[in-house]
């Protein structure tokens, strides 16, 4: 079965830190470009941080430059999200994607042929 499961999510403080994870099966993540999103109920999915196939590029949307750090570990078939400096904003339910498309800007995700795990709930709060 092939399938991505993202983990790690969870309640923090504000100031704080999570890592996620999204671990593939069934298939190798090395020949993926990867990528994580997340959504807040009523508003649409956005892009927070790609990283290409190759680990040569990586996009941060801009509201997490400098908090938030993509990684990759093709030994373990798993793609992290480390989430520093923690905002209330930042709350919201994150998806690990896996896809053929560009990396760049995250703009080609949401092919047919995307694998996206099921969600990992975030919530940032005092």
């Known amino acids: 079965q092939l399938q991505l499961v993202e983990s790690g999510g969870g309640l923090v403080q504000p100031g704080g830190s999570l890592r996620l994870s999204c671990a593939a099966s069934?298939?190798?993540?090395?020949?993926?470009?990867i990528g994580w999103f997340r959504q807040v109920p009523g508003k649409e999915r956005e892009e927070v941080s790609c990283?290409?196939?190759?680990?040569?590029?990586?996009y941060y949307e801009d509201s997490v430059k400098g908090r938030f750090t993509i990684s990759r570990d093709n030994a373990k078939n798993t793609v992290y999200l480390l989430m520093n400096s923690l905002k209330p904003e930042d709350t919201a339910t994150y998806y690990c994607a896996a896809g053929k498309g560009t990396a760049y800007y995250c703009a080609g995700f949401g092919r047919t042929d995307d694998y996206w795990g099921q969600g990992t709930q975030v919530t940032v709060s005092s």
């Open positions: 990283i290409s196939s190759s680990d040569d590029y990586t």
């Open positions: 069934g298939f190798t993540l090395d020949y993926y470009n």
